[in-house]
């Protein structure tokens, strides 16, 4: 059965620092992972798509790889806003459906 | 914004009655998913659709019912609503089921009391 973690829970930054958000899982066999993005009370936004062939994606100030042989991914935010603050959740798809992590709530302050 | 709109966005119901849940997408996507978000459990399947009147569970399926008669909707039944249905459920939508993005409504807050 995959399992997804996130690591850390919570994580809290000033401004403008460059932060690293962890997503492991334990079946290498995925067909992608997908990063999203949750603001409180809203849906999920959809920040980056890998594919298992993939080493990484990158769209603007995100920055996401992955390492499915040793069941990794990480989530580059550089030069961190306030509005950046939601919870980032990632998601694995082994077929049929997306297994989730529990997600790291970001506080960025300003 | 995938177009997906979830109906209704927020319900408050009675033990022991039936709830139907609507999820309408625009985008002609094969694939729909209901998904239910807790406190401490994350997001968890409910059931999915491949195509019309196709359709198969999920991890946390028992209560629930589905169906999906045409491409752009997936209804999902609680078929006699219990307290720990209480929840956020979340519908998404994806192309085919291996490498495509899968994107999601806005979610239906659904209190049982």
């Known amino acids: 059965k995959q399992e997804v973690t996130q690591i850390p829970a919570a994580l809290s930054v000033p401004e403008g620092e460059n932060l690293v958000l962890n997503c492991s899982f334990t079946?290498?066999?995925?067909?992608?992972l997908q990063w999203f993005r949750q603001d409180p009370g809203k849906g999920l936004t959809s920040l980056l798509l890998i594919q298992s062939s993939q080493r990484e994606q990158t769209s603007g100030r995100l920055n996401a790889s992955l390492d499915k042989s040793s069941g990794r991914s990480t989530l580059y935010i550089a030069a961190s806003q306030p509005g950046d603050s939601a919870t980032y959740l990632c998601?694995?798809?082994?077929?049929?459906?997306?297994?989730f992590g529990a997600g790291t709530i970001l506080r960025v302050k300003s | 914004d995938a177009g997906i709109t979830q109906s209704p966005r927020h319900k408050v119901t009675e033990t022991g009655t039936p709830v139907t849940l609507r999820c309408h997408q625009t985008e002609n996507h094969r694939y729909m998913y209901w998904y239910r978000q807790d406190p401490g459990h994350g997001l968890r399947l409910i059931h999915y659709s491949y195509g019309v009147k196709d359709t198969d569970k999920g991890e946390v399926s028992d209560g629930y019912s589905v169906s999906r008669s045409k491409t752009e909707d997936f209804l999902l039944t609680l078929e006699s609503a219990t307290s720990s249905q209480t929840s956020v459920y979340f519908c998404a939508i994806a192309k085919d089921r291996d490498n495509t993005e899968a994107f999601f409504g806005q979610g239906t807050r659904l209190t049982v009391v």
């Open positions: 998601a694995v798809n082994s077929g049929n459906k997306l297994v």
């Open positions: 079946d290498s066999a995925i067909y992608n």
